[in-house]
């Protein structure tokens, strides 16, 4: 074991339905960063990443494509592989929740809870949202019976089960939260889970299914399948041998250090994890960390919205590190942050490009230009050189602190600071002007030297950040082996050796014409989702969410009847209502509709739409309306139902 411990650290396994975005990046880079820094710094981590495999979204994506649902997640699977080794990820273990080992230790932790009166059968009848593979309350839900977390539509569900007594660890968790500040991060995580779960109260929770059957079997009653949830957090103990006859590494690793996890998902991991573990008598994680969404333009990523960004084209464009910083350093971990390429063009420009390989560039050329290559001695003493020397020294304190408190964001900014005093003391001392004289020496080769160390200084503390670049630095400034270029030897100033050879290489990060780079990234983006679509523009498939069934009673209740538009104007106290004279047979009707924004009133008269005729009439903002018009509607556009041939007025639709 390392002298200084162990640190255990993980991503969510991600759900293996469709590509990967930027979003999950995001994720996975900072936890990569954490366990760079750690294994960096002294200790002997365990980074986990993997995937959660199971659950009816899966069993009906595969249908979809006509393949069998493990052969779905296996494509899946070994793109996100793929994505992960183009980003460098250094986990150490990848959890499939497919693995026979992960299934038999799941087996083994629900049985045991069986057998000790923590689970028990019985039957649901609720909520249930199949994208977030979430039960709901009815009072959890959002108005229109949308989910919480993702508002597309819950449906009623109704199936025998099994029943996780979450409800009796209630008392315990809000006692847990309120001993142990720790166990949510940011404070308004915290905050959110007691007043929105833990204190209104818990309710058991359901965790077999038996309407489909890709999952882990329930071990004494094979027609159920455990609950996707209760599965796939268990992950971070069963890779640890948990659940199996050989715990050596669960005793050596657990509990985690942080599980790092979107916003969306903290529920789950600071409610549901914890119970079940104090099911088990065994020690919860030391933290939890939900951090923000990346949005783009103020929205969540959504394929519907045609907003994805996907971090394969941004890294063969600009390099892997450029992506790594720019999600750390752009966004405040644990807050949303808006995405826009222009934004991360300008930050690439301003910090990577001016800052940083600036910096590097015109210091390894003056030490070419005026010492032939060759790093000098410090032989003299100048006005700047204490000062410059104290703040570099004096960072990597600082850093540390920020990466432990997982706010990237400060940590390097607290790097930049340096990075900025350095291209400032070139200023200062004008070294352009002391190689002008020959009495100057002295003070130009100090200056040199101060330089090539600051750089070894710098280059040391973006290691866990950007480790190719860290690479590229040490390849121009000739550093060798481990001398000087370890965390602690950025606390003092000195360790580059007088004598190292420096030799200028390609611009670390070329300056960027961000009007063009916007332009090309759009286009760039735009063939790389027709290309992984076949050559189609990418469109969200619609996760479809039946409703309760009805007879053809129930049916043929509604009067579903072809109308004509006569006449079409906009409603006088709303901008968004037009008012619509339908022509029904004989009958001259007037409906009320919601569509102004998606049609003119004058590109509708003639059209032959669908009238719901014996809806109850109704005034909408002053005007009667009888009846309503059917359209189409997602949160981009509305599209009226219309007949594609003419038929005479009033007949009836069945």
Known sequence: ?????????????????????????????????????????????????????????????????????????????????????????????????????????????????????????????????????????????????????????????????????????????????????????????????????????????????????????????????????????????????????????????????VHIVGKEIVRFHTIIWPAILMALGEPLPKMVYGHGWILFGSDKMSKSKGNIVYPEPLIERYGIDALKYFLLREFTFGHDGNYTNRVFLNRLNSDLSNDLGNLVSRSIAMIEKYNDGIVPEAKAEGEFDQNLREVVTSAAEKVEEAIDKLQFHDGLEGIWKIIRRVNKYIDETTPWILAKDEENKATLDTVMYNLADSIRIISVLIKPFMEATTKKIWTQLGAEGEVGLQWKDTMEFGKLPAGTKVKKGEALFPRLDVEKEVEALEKINEEYLQQINGGKKE???????????????????????????????????????????????????????????????????????????????????????????????????????????????GTLIS
């Open 1 to 257: 074991m390392s002298k200084k411990g162990t640190y255990y650290v993980t991503t969510p396994i991600y759900y293996p339905s469709a590509k990967l975005h930027i979003g999950h990046t995001y994720t996975t880079v900072a936890a990569d960063v954490l366990a760079r820094f750690k294994r960096f710094t002294g200790y002997d981590v365990k980074f986990l990443t993997g995937t959660d495999e199971h659950g009816e979204k899966i069993q009906k994506a595969a249908q979809e494509k006509g393949v069998t649902p493990q052969q779905h997640v296996d494509e899946i699977v070994s793109d996100i592989k793929e994505i992960w080794k183009s980003m460098e990820i250094s986990y150490d273990v990848f959890l499939r929740t497919t693995g026979e080992d992960h299934k038999k230790a799941v087996q083994n932790i629900f049985q045991k809870l069986y057998d000790q009166g923590d689970i028990y059968k019985s039957s649901y009848e609720g909520w249930y949202c199949t994208p977030c593979e979430s039960f709901w309350t009815e009072t959890q839900l959002k108005e229109d019976k949308g989910c919480p977390d993702c508002g597309r539509p819950a449906h009623l569900a109704k199936e025998e089960a099994y029943f996780f007594k979450l409800s009796q660890y209630q008392d315990r968790l809000i006692q847990y939260f309120e001993d142990h500040p720790e166990i949510c991060y940011p404070e308004s995580r915290k905050n959110e889970m007691l007043s929105n779960f833990l204190r209104p109260g818990l309710e058991d929770l359901c965790v077999s299914r038996t309407s489909f059957d890709w999952g882990i079997q329930v071990p004494f009653d094979p027609k159920h399948v455990i609950y996707v949830w209760f599965d796939a957090v268990c992950n971070y103990i069963t890779t640890l041998g948990y659940g199996s006859d050989n715990k050596e590494e669960y005793d050596k690793y657990w509990p985690a250090n």
């Open 539 to 649: 469109e969200e498939a619609i996760e479809i969410e039946p409703k309760e069934e009805i007879t053809i009673d129930d049916f043929s209740k509604l009067e579903l009847r072809a109308v004509e538009i006569i006449k079409a104007e906009k409603h006088p106290k709303a901008d968004r209502l037009l008012v619509l004279q339908v022509q029904v047979g004989q009958e001259v009707r007037q409906v009320v509709s919601g569509i102004a924004e998606h049609y003119k009133p004058e590109d509708l008269v003639g059209k032959t739409v669908i009238l719901v005729a014996n809806l109850k009439p109704v005034k909408l903002r002053g005007v009667e309306s009888r009846g309503m018009i059917l359209a189409a509607a997602n949160d981009e556009k509305l599209v009226l139902g219309t007949l594609d041939e003419k038929i005479p007025t």
